[in-house]
Every structure is written in C-alpha cells, then in structure tokens.
C-alpha cells in the first residue's frame, strides 16, 4: 500500500530583494523587487506502507520544505501529492489526525507544565478513546522509559529527555506516518540509542511509516533501508542504503600495521595517505589494491593488512562535498 506519492513536487518562494543602506530600504518598501527561490524542483518518489526512509541532503538542499508539503503546511507551487490517499492541502485536518511530525528544533511541549499534561492535552485534540490513549501511554512510556520524567515541567527536561517525550507525543494518536526531521539533534548517543530503538520498535510492532530528515550517519544507518538524497531541490538518489556507497564512493580504504617502524616512502599511483605513523598506515585506493599489497608486502616488512569500505560517514561528506563544488561552480 502507498503512504506517500509524488509527481512533479515542485516549492518556489518568493523573496523580497533587500538593498542596502538607508535609500535602499526605502527604495524597498517603495518599488519592492522579488527573486524566486525554487527549494524543490520537482520531485518524484513514493513511500510504502511499514517503509523507514531517510531523506537526506545538505543544509538548504529542500528537505524541510518537503516535509512540510506533505504534511500540508506548505502549499506546492506545482506538481501533485497524494500522503494517505489525502490531499495535504485540501485535507489538512483529516490529514493530521493520521500523520506525526516532530521538528528536532521546534518543541510541541508546553513550556511550563509536566509531559503527562500535555499528552493528555493531546488526547482531546486528537479524541482518542480513553482506553485507547492509556493503553498506547503505557507502551510509549515503556519504551522512551519515561517514568520518572512525565511529571516534571517541560522546561526543566534535559534535551534528550524532552525530544523523547517529543517523540512519544507525536505517536499517541497512532500515526501511520511520522516524519521525524532532525530528531535526535544535539543528543549524546545513549539518548540517540533509546530513540532509535523506540522507533524501530514502533515500526515493528504497528507498522509505523517513518520518514527521516538526519545529518546525524547513525541514524540513517541503523534506522533506515531506503534513503532519498536531495540536492538543491533535486532528488539525486532513490535506492538501497547499500546502493549509496556503490555510487558515490569509488575507493577503498587500506589499514596497515608494521612489525618495525617503517617509512614508506614509495607508493602506486591513485593511492593517497590518510594517516601514517611509524607503526601504522592507513590509504585510500582508488585503483589496484592488488598491485598495492604485492608492493607493501615486498618493500616492507607487514605484520596486519586490512581493506574496508569507507564508512557512511564518508559517503555522505563527499555527497555534500559535490553538491558545495556544485554550488560554487554555479554562483
Ligand atoms: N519560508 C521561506 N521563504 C523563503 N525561502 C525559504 C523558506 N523556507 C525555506 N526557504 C529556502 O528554501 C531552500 C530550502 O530550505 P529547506 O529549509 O527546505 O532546506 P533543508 O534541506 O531542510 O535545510 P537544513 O538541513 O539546513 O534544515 C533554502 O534555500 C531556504 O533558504
């Protein structure tokens, strides 16, 4: 079953040109100019029931403004959608009685009274049945291990802490769909943990669709199977997170450990140096790993040789690292 479908997803703003100086401002609020800013370009993609994918991309790439589409905050300049067989603009009420939405950087918590408050406030908004509600509390408490901070005020929660009951907030009405955009920002990594474990429990256990905006590898990594990668508003990437390496990354990384300290001082061409120190050497090989170990193991005297693929870290720096050369190249 689809979730999510769109065709031609297109967001362009509007924006005022500010001049500078005082005559400038002026001259703006006088004979206002504008310049179009096209944040997606459309995009085409769809989402299956049960699907946990992320959706990233540089800062400024459109992600945001894709997220808020679907969930029928923005209205698209152009193009179709279609979130849970509704129109999220014409559909917004029924939309969200199905949707979840957690902003890493916005809080949907009142300030100043316990979690627990505004969960049962939430319970109202969306008329859950009240035995529904109690039951579906439990299990977020349970898993976001809640306990001891439902009754402290919000304002007092550490980050982690409240992005949990953020996130629990978002799945109380039983969302089929939740985008999560920049959840576990700011976080130390037990916090990330528990989040991500709570969230793949939820996909689990109800099926829970998930898209994730994350600059955050880990996330993706443990969270998602499929990842979309926009840039400057195009989708340049729709596959498997193992597919992600396969395209973008054309090298491998050698790890060498020595018997004796050693100098290298010769080596193939397309091969460069990470890291070396006296005992240790570590390369990135574009070409020829073979011609590689034949030269170090006779050159110099090696005691360990290990060749890894370079890590999602690194694929998603050289994604950005292009789309930033890119970017240069078209100012
Ligand atoms: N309300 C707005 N008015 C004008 N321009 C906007 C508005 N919202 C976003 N933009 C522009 O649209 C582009 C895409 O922004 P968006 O917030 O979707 O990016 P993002 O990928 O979510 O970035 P980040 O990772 O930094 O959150 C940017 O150039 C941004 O400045």
């Given at each position: 079953m689809l979730i999510i479908r769109t065709s031609n997803l297109t967001k362009e703003f509007s924006l005022k040109k500010k001049k500078k100086g005082l005559r400038g401002s002026i001259q703006s609020i006088l004979k206002p100019s504008y310049q179009t800013i096209k944040?997606?370009?459309g995009i085409n993609f769809q989402v299956k029931q049960g699907e946990m994918l992320g959706f990233i991309g540089p800062n400024g790439s459109g992600k945001s403004t894709t997220i808020k589409m679907l969930s029928g905050i923005l209205t698209p300049s152009e193009g179709e959608l279609q979130v849970l067989g509704t129109n999220p603009v014409t559909q917004r009420r029924k939309l969200t009685r199905h949707i979840g939405t957690v902003y890493?950087?916005?809080?949907?918590?009142?300030?100043?009274?316990?979690p627990i408050d505004t969960f049962y406030l939430f319970s109202k908004i969306y008329e859950i049945e009240e035995n529904a509600f109690k039951k579906q509390l439990d299990k977020l408490v349970e898993l976001f291990q809640l306990e001891n901070i439902l009754?402290?005020?919000?304002?007092?929660?550490?980050l982690g802490q409240r992005m949990k009951c953020e996130i629990a907030a978002s799945l109380l009405h039983q969302p089929k769909l939740v985008f999560l955009d920049e959840?576990?920002?700011?976080?130390d990594i037990i916090a990330k943990q528990q989040i991500r474990e709570a969230l793949l429990e939820m996909n689990r256990s109800e099926g829970t669709t998930v898209m994730l905006t994350s600059h955050d590898v880990g996330d993706i990594e443990s969270l998602c199977d499929r990842v979309i990668v926009i840039n400057q508003g195009e989708m340049v990437f729709d596959d498997h997170i193992d597919q992600l390496k396969r395209r973008f990354i054309h090298h491998k990384v050698v790890e060498i450990g020595f018997t004796k300290p050693t100098v290298v001082n010769s080596l193939p061409p397309d091969v460069d140096i990470i890291y070396a120190d006296q005992m240790n050497l570590k390369l990135k090989v574009k070409h020829g790993i073979s011609q590689l170990m034949e030269h170090l193991m006779v050159q110099y005297s090696v005691a360990d040789l290990n060749i890894n693929e370079p890590s999602m870290e690194e694929v998603i720096r050289s994604i950005y690292q292009e789309s930033s050369q890119e970017e240069v190249k078209n100012a």
């Open positions: 944040a997606v370009k890493g950087q916005k809080s949907q918590l009142w300030y100043h009274i316990p009754n402290v005020a919000a304002r007092k929660l550490s959840p576990t920002i700011g976080l």
